[in-house]
């Protein structure tokens, strides 16, 4: 059983930046797909960025040019560094893992075959 662990988030005013980081129970990345999520109150879950076993990166349409996924094998970590922080972009943000042994599902599915999940961070972004 994966376990994830989210921290980083906070309050910061529009175009501020914040580092979102998944810490994993175990080694994760050389076999899963690492995706962050973020669900706002009242809205759907959204699927905000996503990273490959191989590095390849995807990212939802609102956030591209603002937000970079990484992950560091050697301390089994994911980050999102989020840039240019909008008003929009408040949400609880969470991180998921997923086995894969081929692409990693789409941004657009929301996170529905995600079998690992870590407990979220809130970020809110002022005006």
């Known amino acids: 059983q994966v376990q994830l662990v989210e921290s980083g988030g906070g309050a910061v005013q529009t175009g501020g930046s914040l580092r979102l980081s998944c810490a994993a129970s175990?080694?994760?990345?050389?076999?899963?797909?690492m995706d962050w999520f973020r669900q706002a109150p009242g809205k759907e879950r959204e699927g905000v960025a996503s990273?490959?076993?191989?590095?390849?990166?995807k990212y939802t349409n609102s956030v591209k040019g603002r937000f970079t996924i990484s992950k560091d094998n050697a301390k089994n970590t994911l980050y999102l560094q989020m840039n240019s922080l909008e008003p929009e972009d408040t949400a609880m943000y969470y991180c998921?893992?997923?086995?894969?042994?081929?692409?990693?599902?789409?941004?657009?599915?929301?996170?529905?075959?995600?079998?690992?999940w870590g407990q979220g961070t809130q970020v809110t972004v002022s005006s």
């Open positions: 998921a893992a997923e086995p894969t042994s081929g692409p990693c599902p789409p941004l657009s599915w929301n996170g529905a075959t995600f079998h690992y």
């Open positions: 175990e080694y994760t990345y050389s076999s899963y797909c």
């Open positions: 990273i490959n076993t191989d590095g390849r990166t």
